[in-house]
């Protein structure tokens, strides 16, 4: 092992008498945690509407309600794991095509995340329609929120040493030395720390997106600010692919590329739709309106 590896060795177990737990599984939950609680806040400062402006004198009913937040939050889970379950199949289509039964069994393999988003995505976006809540909005609320997230998962299991890359020289190689448990098979191996790469990434594209949120860019808060940002990851997620332990599929792109690319390509239809359907409307409120039909001019 080169010198310059970057050696980690400490326990990944948090041990409270009899019971153990994974300082992982505590960084995910805080990840979560903070989330929930950054939507919470976006949510309350949100106009529930166009008409509505972010003024303080504006009563509080007149913004995003925490309460059908809590609803919108338990329909993304379903999703969120339906749709990762079929992203970890994709990824390992070779596996499950021979063990069918193997699918719904939660004690056997993971999720893929990038489906996860998409999977609870579709689910949260169902729940904002049955509860009359504008779907665009509560999109605009779940950016900053959906990509912390993210970032401070991935810190999370870079912590409890899974997801390590290729094995590497670099002198940014990660290795983890002692009992464990680690997330890696061979983690005393120097690797490319996949995840803090991606955790890197993550928080770049949250800082450039909110930025963008700070401006006019995203100031109908239809949605589009997700999918940007969305689009962004997924391509950065694909790049940082190239340094995992899958093997290539279709040419040099191995499976999790794929995935990214599709759905990236998906996004970006998304956004040009939603961007048409902005332009239109912002070309139809700055039109002149009569009360009165024989009062425009030329009647």
């Not at 400062?45 to 504006?58: I, M, Q, Y």
């Not at 070779?94 to 996860?116: K, N, W």
Request: proline share 5%; net charge neutral; hydrophobic share 55%.
């Amino acid at each position: 092992m080169s010198p310059a590896v970057i050696a980690l060795e400490f326990d990944p177990l948090v041990r409270l008498g009899d019971t153990t737990v994974k300082l992982e599984t505590l960084g995910i939950a805080a990840a979560a945690l903070v989330a929930l609680l950054l939507a919470g806040w976006l949510a309350t400062r949100t106009p529930a509407s166009a008409s509505v402006f972010a003024d303080a004198a504006e009563p509080r009913d007149q913004y995003l309600r925490i309460d059908d937040m809590i609803f919108i939050v338990l329909a993304i889970l379903p999703g969120a794991v339906i749709g990762g379950r079929l992203g970890y199949m994709v990824i390992h289509f070779d596996f499950y095509r021979t063990h069918l039964a193997a699918v719904i069994d939660p004690g056997q393999g993971s999720l893929e995340l990038a489906l996860a988003v998409v999977g609870g995505a579709l689910t949260g976006a169902l729940a904002c329609y049955l509860l009359g809540e504008s779907v665009g909005r509560w999109f605009h609320v779940a950016t900053v929120p959906t990509f912390a997230a993210i970032a401070l998962g991935k810190v999370a299991q870079a912590i409890g040493g899974s997801g390590q890359g290729q094995p590497s020289d670099l002198t940014w190689a990660t290795s983890y030395a002692g009992d464990g448990p680690w997330g890696s098979l061979a983690p005393a191996v120097p690797a490319h720390p996949s995840q803090l790469y991606e955790a890197a990434a993550t928080f770049l594209v949250l800082v450039l997106v909110a930025r963008l949120l700070g401006g006019a860019a995203f100031n109908r808060r239809d949605g589009r600010s997700f999918v940007v940002a969305l689009v962004i990851w997924l391509l950065a997620r694909a790049a940082i692919a190239t340094t995992w332990r899958d093997g290539s599929i279709a040419g040099s792109l191995n499976a999790e590329q794929l995935v990214c690319l599709v759905i990236a390509a998906v996004s970006l239809l998304i956004l040009v739709a939603l961007t048409t359907r902005a332009r239109r409307m912002a070309r139809a409120e700055s039109q002149p309106r009569w009360p009165d039909p024989e009062a425009r001019p030329g009647f």
